[in-house]
């Protein structure tokens, strides 16, 4: 069922569309994260062109991030991915930026921790997030999550979503939808 969400009080939120995740030489890459290029920059046009805000965020680890880390170490995890300075930080071409979009660094998967994102939405009104990118299960479920804590009302939009396996991104969107926020679709979604 559509929803329609008021363009003076809503964001798209783009997460991590780097050549790290979706472009085939980057360093986490997985193929769905370069499908999710189009429906997202379909979403942000649409978002655009209705007046609705639009931010994008990077995740960027600077080299010697994890140096010092007691136990939280995303290169241990996943390898050195998206290093500062790096083309593989960089987001993908295809996205649209303009300038009047905010482009978040974060360094973890929470686009909300230690960054300006908060204080940018509440500057402008903004109450809804259209929430896509990469990854469905890691920085998208984090940073939508962490949006509902600060009752900011999260939209997941389920196929404008990259994901390393079909099961993470159904296990995103079922306790997306479950516990703090809300799932549509790109057809769903009606500004007016």
């Known amino acids: 069922m559509p929803e329609t969400f008021d363009p003076s009080r809503t964001a798209v939120v783009v997460v991590d569309m780097q050549h790290g995740f979706c472009h085939p030489d980057g360093s986490l890459y997985a193929p769905p994260s370069g499908d999710a290029v189009e429906p997202v920059t379909d979403l942000v046009a649409r978002a655009r062109e ?36 790096t083309w593989d930080a960089e987001l993908v071409d295809d996205l649209d930026v303009g300038e009047e979009d905010l482009v978040v660094e974060k360094h973890t998967y929470d686009a909300f921790y230690q960054t300006q994102l908060e204080g940018w939405l509440r500057a402008r009104g903004v109450d809804d997030l259209l929430v896509c990118g990469t990854l469905a299960n890691v920085c998208v479920l984090h940073t939508a999550g962490s949006a509902g804590l600060r009752d900011f009302k999260p939209v997941v939009v389920t196929d404008a979503l990259g994901y390393l396996e079909a099961e993470h991104k159904a296990y995103a969107v079922e306790h997306a939808d479950w516990l703090f926020g809300e799932t549509t679709t790109l057809d769903e979604v009606v500004f007016g």
Do not use: S
């Not at 680890?61 to 290169?75: L, T």
């Open 50 to 85: 209705a007046g609705a805000r639009v931010v994008y965020t990077r995740d960027v680890h600077p080299p010697e991030q994890f140096d010092d880390a007691h136990y939280y170490d995303e290169f241990d995890r996943w390898g050195e991915h998206v290093v500062e300075g």
